[in-house]
Structure formats: C-alpha cells, structure tokens
C-alpha cells in the first residue's frame, strides 16, 4: 500500500526527498513556505529556486502551506529544513498532528542557540517519541536531479521500522542502507562541515595537500573522539554514512564551508564573510555551538579549537594555523 | 656530527630527499643512473629531468655513478627508486657494502613479479637486517620543492633509530613523526592507488560524488582488512601515515593512477592506456601483485577486485561498477 509521507522543506535537499518519494509512488504532502512556491510547483512542475532543474510528478504531490493539511494522515513526517530554521519551524506546529506519525529528520547542523542536535530538538520540544530516523548521505541534492546512483542511509535503533521505510524508497539510482546511530550520524554531518572550513583557510594561507592531508586525517580523529563521547555506541568510522559523508564535504574543493575558510584565511573579516556566502554556512554555527558542548569533556581537539577561535573569538587565522603546524601529528 | 647518507635513485622524489637531507647539513651521496646526469647536477645545481625547480646545495652533495663509492661509509642508506628499478638497482649492490648501514626505504609499490613490499625484497635480496625503516608522506615531492609545510612519517621498530635519524631532519619545513609499523605503512603506500584508478573509472563512467565517496569509503575498509591480514598488529587508521596518505592520492583528482582509471573507463583498452602515461602507474602492477596474494587469505574486498578484474583480466568497466553499485555497503 502507498504510504502517505509529509516532507517539511523547501529547499534543494527537501526538493530531493519529494522527487525521490515520489517517484517510488508514495503520496507526498509537501509544506512549503508561501502560496506563490505551492502554486508555482503546481503550475510548472518544479522548486521555483531550489533544484529547479528536477522535474516533479505531481500526480503524487501536493504543494501545501498549511501544516496541518501536511501532516495529518501522514505516516512519516520527514523535516528537511535548513538547521537555521528548525526553531521557527517547530512553533508552528502541534504534537497532535504527528502523533501517529515516524519522524524522521534529515537536517545537518546544530539547532543555534540550543547546543542539540535537530532529531533531539524536535522531538523534544513537540514531546514526541526520541525513536527517530535520520535519513542521511553522502548525497549532494543536484546528483538526485540527475539521476545519479546514491547512497541513502537510514539510521534508527528500530530496524524493522527502517525496512518498512527503505521499502518506500524505490527510484533505480537510489540505494539505501541501514544504520542503528540516529545521533552519531547526525553529528558527523554537523562536524564535518568544521573541517571543510579548516581546509578552505589552509587554503587561503598556501598550505599544499601535504600539509592538508595531515590536517583532515588529524580532524578526522577529533571527530570521533567527540563523537564517540557525547553519543558512546560501538560504530566504524570508515562506514559511508560517516566517512563518504566526511570526505564528500570535508575534502571537496566545492563547499559552502570550504568557500567560507578560504574567505577568512584570505583576511576577510568572519562578519564580511559571512555576508559574501549566498547560502546559510552551517560550520560557522555549528563551530559555535560545538564550542559551548565540549565545556565540561576536555578533549584534545586542535583543529577544532583553532577554527572556534577564527571565527568566534577574533583569533588570527596565519598564526592558528602556525600552531597547529606544531600540534598536529 | 653530520651523518653520511646515502640516496639511490634520481626521480623528483629521491631528489626531494636529497635536499632536504643535504640542506640539513648532512653529507649526502647520490647514486644517479649515469654520468651525463651526475655532471648536470654538479654544473646546474639541479637535476634535468625530475623536480628541477627545486635548487640543490652541492657543497653537501656527492652525484655518483658509482655504487660502491655512494654507499661505503654511508651511516644511513636510503632506497628511493621507483618500484619498477628496484630489482635492476639491487643487483648492481653488494652487502658488504651496507653492512654497517641503517636501511631505510622509501619506495611505494610491490616489487614486480615477486609479491613482496621493497623494504623486504632488498634487505631480503641483500642479506640484510630486516629492521628496515620506511620514511613515507603524505607527501607530494613538488611541494617540498615550494618548501610547502610537509609531514614526513618514520617508521620501524626500534625507537631509537628512528629518533636518531629524525635528528638529520632539520629543514623548517619539514616536521618528522615516528610510527612503528614499517610493512603496514609500505602496504597502504601501494594499495591506495589502487582505489585512485578505481575513482578514476567511475568518474569516466559520470558517477558523481555521491557514489564516489561510497566507493573510496568502501575500498579504505577494504586496505584495512588487507594492511591487518598480511601485517597484523595494532593500528589506527585515521593516523595521517595512512589516511593521509591514502586521502592525497585516492581521492585527489590529479594522481597519475586516477587517470590512468579514467583512461580505461571511457573504454581504451588497458595496454593502450598504460602507453599514454608518460610515467610508471603503480597501481596497475600493484593490482596484479596482489591479487596472487590475495590468493589464499579469501577476503571480501570488491573495490580491489574488480579493479583487477577491469585491469587484467578484461572485464568491461562498466558492468564492474554495475556490479559494485550492489556490493558497496
């Protein structure tokens, strides 16, 4: 039987999970932020400004911007937003449209001001069951819209509820796997982007991939180490959802992170920097908000440590990166 | 007191390492191939053909065609010829030679046709003390030349050698970690560019960056398993000795490995292919060394082998990355 499945999001990743729902013949509720996007997406078939160039069928979709008419009768509610609007997005709605509902959230980045990751926050504050699924890469959205073969991870302690959903999913570039690690996998996606911000100042500062790889391979433990204190589960590093999702972002010349740290290592004041990026740029909260949780667990996190201090506390991006020239082994 | 070190091999890497160890006040003899060469260097204070930007300091610096004249005397020995020659170089040394030397090994690739690593081949082939140390990257010789901050890894089993040696090293822009695993490190140095040839064919094939980060995360797994069936002992990964390493060339889009791969995947045939690459491309021989070793410890290493199986056994690329779509986890 077709499931009925809401997504939340009208972004390029919540414009990917609609196509990818859809097309696996689900019906699709889709919350959107105005009436013009809903009638836009009915009249021409397409996200007017995100992944615009995919193509929807919307025999199986319906545009919405009432959350109740999205999530009622919903038997998965997916929240694809952007971290920065998690909160706003929370307050309008209400615990009794989805008690019936699995939630699943596929967010990467802390929900500001909170410290918590999204899954924790909404689940949390709408007083809904913690049992949640991530749905997770590594997929850039735009590889979705060409139909290019990806992996699609889905983490949750409820396996059989993971397979009822993984039979959902049935375009033929898709493949998922499975995961029992809601919480770790949402923190590598989260941290990761800190380490793509490294590499875009060490960058900026002529560091060569020598140097760099050591700088990767050294964040790369520091991720772990938090990962495995605030989230202690047995888990290998080296599995796509947490290592493919790493690399693709941490390691790609192409990021929004990435972009950010060679603006700053550049000598771009952080605000100004901030400023020049079209699109929200998780790493520089995600720094922020990491900085507050590692307080009370000391850990020896240098690459870490050095990036909060760029851009949160005014520290120098050459002689930071002359430092851990020194720490790093 | 300044060591005599002795350098075998003229290619940019081995010309790396006789400025770093030259210009750290080090007596170094160079054994070059020929005469022709040898008076270059003298007149030019460069060598012709390999990383002649990089300008040498022949106040410390022997050029030798002589083997015998480069070795005797020598505290320190380092073998630093493309995995191809090591067979011809041996040949032309005698033991008695480096009876009182400290080998160190800095090669990457299995030595044709006989399954084994080159720090054991020689020291073996030599009756010498296998106590050999290999001195490894991430390191790209090009940017040593541009005095890019580089990290230079030791490794082997008696500590204080190692220190000794790193002591030589004093070039600002270089900083020396020690490790103790000589056979792990020369095993990952040659795997890896296995997995570049393997990215190299998907990106022939328009796989993007979704799969591709799922398939080089697979084929880490798989080095791990291989590196800790044939030299088990305890290792982390993530140290940058390994993933450093294994990240600069499996993942980078300019190794000579990856475009060999990518060569094959539009469908040139192999032989054809190899002729279009002006260098040595390890990972081609490499791939064929290991499948004999793979022989008997069955293991369950897709990526590796169907490397193989495209490179040496004519399977068609594209079905072999068919194939993998369904076996990477």
């Keep these: ?72 009768q919903a038997n998965w509610v997916i ?70 073969y990806t992996y699609v991870t889905l983490s949750g302690q409820d396996e059989s509820k993971l397979i009822q959903l993984q039979k959902n999913i049935t375009s033929p570039y898709i493949k998922t796997i499975l995961n029992n690690d809601a919480v770790g996998v949402e923190y590598v996606a989260i941290l990761k982007n800190i380490i793509a911000i490294a590499n875009g100042i060490a960058d900026s500062l002529q560091y060569g991939d020598n140097f760099k790889a050591v700088l990767t391979s050294n964040a790369m433990r520091e991720v772990q180490q938090i990962v495995n204190k605030v989230a202690p589960q047995q888990r290998d590093f080296f599995d796509s959802v947490y290592f493919g999702d790493l690399l693709a972002t941490a390691y790609s010349d192409f990021s929004r992170n990435r972009t950010l740290g060679k603006l700053v290592g550049r000598g771009i004041q952080v605000r100004k920097a901030l400023q020049m ?4 740029t998780e790493g520089y909260y995600a720094s922020k908000e990491l900085h507050s949780i590692l307080q009370s667990p000391r850990l020896n996190v240098p690459v870490i440590n050095s990036v909060y201090r760029i851009l949160h506390a005014h520290a120098n991006p050459y002689y930071e990166m002359k430092l851990l020239e020194q720490q790093l082994q």
Tied chains: 1, 2.
């Design 277 to 280: 990026m079209e699109m929200v």
């Design 1 to 72: 039987m077709p499931e009925k499945i809401a997504v939340i999001g009208s972004g390029s990743w919540a414009t990917a999970l609609v196509k990818i729902f859809s097309e696996s013949g689900n019906k699709v509720s889709w919350l959107v932020r105005n009436k013009k996007q809903a009638d836009y997406i009915v009249t021409n078939k397409r996200n007017p400004r995100y992944l615009s160039q995919a193509e929807l069928d919307l025999t199986f979709i319906q545009p919405t911007t009432q959350p109740a008419d999205a999530l009622l």
């Design 79 to 148: 929240f694809a937003v952007p971290a920065a609007y998690v909160q706003t997005t929370v307050q309008q709605l209400k615990n009794e449209w989805m008690q019936q509902a699995q939630i699943i959230v596929s967010i990467k980045g802390f929900v500001p001001g909170t410290g918590k990751i999204p899954g924790q926050y909404i689940t949390d504050t709408l007083h809904l069951s913690n049992d949640y699924i991530v749905l997770s890469g590594p997929c850039h959205a735009e590889e979705i819209a060409l139909h290019k």
